[in-house]
């Protein structure tokens, strides 16, 4: 089985966010890989440690953050790495994305392609599912179990509305993970070092057989124009003491002052 | 005129409340509406269909469509929406919405917006604005296509008692079924349960109420008030808790009245499924506890003291 599995850059979420004239103040900013993206690594993984799998990540950027998050996947036991670096890049809407990865997978022969279920910059949840759409691919979105079916098939639990949906799956095809399928594994120093020696098959789009104009770029379906600070709520009203006399103090302020009981 | 097709929220066979505020909004600015209704056994939800506010409804029901796959209900949607030539096509916040609306968008070559929260529409040009980042920013994003497919974000609009609607059904054939991604059962159905999206009350529970026997405690307060039961990532992640009760950035994103937070410290990834609660209560030992800092009422106290008391409390006042 050949997997190909995506990692995108994202701001560390844990750290403070500040907005200034409508754009994000990226001073002082981290960036990691994308936690559902450690997921796809993992599950990926794991495949192979299983089945014998060959995987491949792919990942859309340029410089020493996206760099690192790479030898991280190697590190986790992933064995090829495609990187598409090109400047006219910057700010892509999630079609883009996924007509990009689209190529990638042209240009190879993958039965599985793996990627989280969002990211956690847009917290979209959209690339995958685009992208199975453009393959003509089956898609199941948001899963917490895999398995193979023999070598065309596989099984996956998702987590739905009407509860945990178990599906069969036709190979080619695209999945995207929840944080719950699995509890992404520390890179072991041995897979570290060895990370640091592998290849990193970088290329541009024309590398990549496609144009920014092919792919869209220049009319992009949708342009973030402005970002706005979040409105935080306020810590309001903390009690400590007698527990039974500020339960009662706070149910008659839930009453008759919030009135939500 | 702007057509605005709503995609039904529709749970064990009842329509859920989110359809009505899509649909009150969708009026408010004006709008040309729709609804279309997904399923097996919903053609009688069609009174209800127009009583949230739609003028037309398109019905797809089909005993194949009894169990959820994406495939097919994203091709119902795209038939409705084709029909009534839709501007725009609004999801309410669910694990549906969230699965087809991209799939939508890739087929009508439309754009694609996820956990909106507001929308302008001036001279044909659609702005959204949305939380990202774990919704620690909000962003405004120019929508450059035609149309426009959007997941609305829980609690964003708010339902207008006094709309209505008028019964006017178009029934839609039943979709090809997806030979590639085969449905094969529903395990740990959640038919039957509160619904986290619709309950005006929402209580969850974390690390602090630590056992089953923590969790049973809080359960009998959620039953007196006939609450949502919620968790956070701890005890979904210790097994104690099924995955579909998380609240949070990863999992449910919900807007309550009343939001009351047991024995839960506040990771930046559980608040942002739950600030949008109109009040939110906190109980925890720890005073530091960053769920205090959006908390509108919290109780410094262990939670094994302090729920009993606030369901002896609760019953003195409601009788």
């Known amino acids: 089985m050949k997997i190909l599995t995506t990692i995108k850059k994202v701001v560390d979420v844990e750290l403070n966010i500040n907005v200034e004239n409508g754009a994000i103040i990226e001073d002082g900013l981290q960036y990691v890989m994308n936690a559902w993206d450690e997921n796809a690594v993992e599950t990926a993984v794991q495949l192979k440690e299983k089945n014998k799998a060959e995987t491949t990540l792919v990942n859309i950027g340029s410089g020493d953050d996206n760099t690192k998050i790479i030898r991280k996947g190697f590190a986790m036991g992933i064995d090829n790495a495609i990187q598409i670096d090109d400047p006219a890049l910057e700010n892509s809407d999630p079609s883009i994305y996924a007509r990009i990865i689209q190529k990638v997978y042209e240009n190879g022969e993958y039965d599985l392609i793996i990627t989280g279920k969002q990211a956690q910059d847009t917290d979209s949840g959209q690339t995958g599912i685009i992208l199975a759409e453009f393959l003509g691919l089956p898609c199941v979105s948001n899963i917490i179990d895999i398995e193979a079916v023999g070598d065309q098939h596989i099984k996956v639990s998702r987590l739905g509305d009407a509860g945990t949906e178990i599906l069969e799956l036709e190979l080619p095809a695209v999945v995207t993970v929840s944080d719950g399928i699995n509890e992404p594994r520390l890179p072991a120093m041995r897979g570290i070092m060895m990370a640091k020696k592998k290849k990193i098959n970088v290329m541009d789009l024309a590398g990549l057989g496609t144009s920014w104009e092919e792919l869209g770029g220049g009319s992009p379906q949708s342009e973030i124009t402005e970002f706005l600070k979040s409105e935080t709520r306020q810590a309001g009203q903390k009690f400590e003491g007698d527990a039974a006399e500020i339960t009662a103090k706070v149910v008659d302020l839930l009453a008759n002052e919030a009135k939500v009981i | ?319």
């Open chain 2, 1 to 319: 005129m702007t057509k605005i097709l709503v995609i039904a929220d529709i749970k064990d066979g009842v329509l859920k409340g989110s359809t009505k505020e899509l649909l009150s909004k969708a009026k408010a600015i004006g709008a040309e509406t729709a609804v279309a209704a997904i399923g097996s056994n919903i053609e009688s939800l069609s009174a209800d269909l127009a009583n949230a506010g739609s003028d037309t409804q398109y019905i797809a029901d089909d005993a194949d469509l009894e169990l959820f796959t994406a495939g097919p209900f994203a091709s119902c949607v795209v038939d409705a929406a084709k029909l009534f030539e839709a501007d725009l096509i609004w999801f309410g916040f669910s694990e549906t919405g969230k699965a087809v609306a991209p799939r939508v968008a890739a087929k009508i070559d439309a754009a694609c917006a996820s956990d909106i929260t507001d929308i302008e529409i001036d001279g044909g040009q659609i702005t959204i604005t949305r939380p990202a980042i774990a919704n620690k920013v909000m962003q405004k994003i120019k929508i450059n296509t035609k149309q426009l497919v959007a997941v609305v974000r829980a609690g964003a609009f708010e339902a207008d008692p006094g709309i209505s609607g008028s019964e006017n059904v178009v029934k839609l054939s039943a979709p090809e079924p997806d030979l590639k991604a085969v449905i094969k059962e529903v395990v740990s159905d959640a038919s039957g349960e509160i619904d986290l999206g619709d309950a005006d009350i929402v209580i969850s529970v974390g690390r602090g109420t630590k056992d089953q026997a923590g969790i049973d405690l809080v359960k009998g307060l959620a039953d007196d008030l006939g609450a949502g039961f919620g968790s956070s990532r701890a005890m979904v992640d210790a097994g104690l808790l099924a995955q579909n009760k998380q609240v949070g950035q990863t999992g449910k994103i919900v807007a309550p009245n009343l939001y009351m937070a047991m024995g839960i410290s506040g990771a930046i990834q559980h608040l942002a499924g739950m600030t949008g609660s109109k009040t939110i209560l906190a109980v925890n030992k720890d005073p530091e506890a960053p769920i205090f800092n959006v908390a509108d009422y919290g109780i410094v106290g262990d939670l094994f003291e302090v729920v009993p008391i606030l369901r002896e409390e609760i019953k003195k006042i409601k009788g």
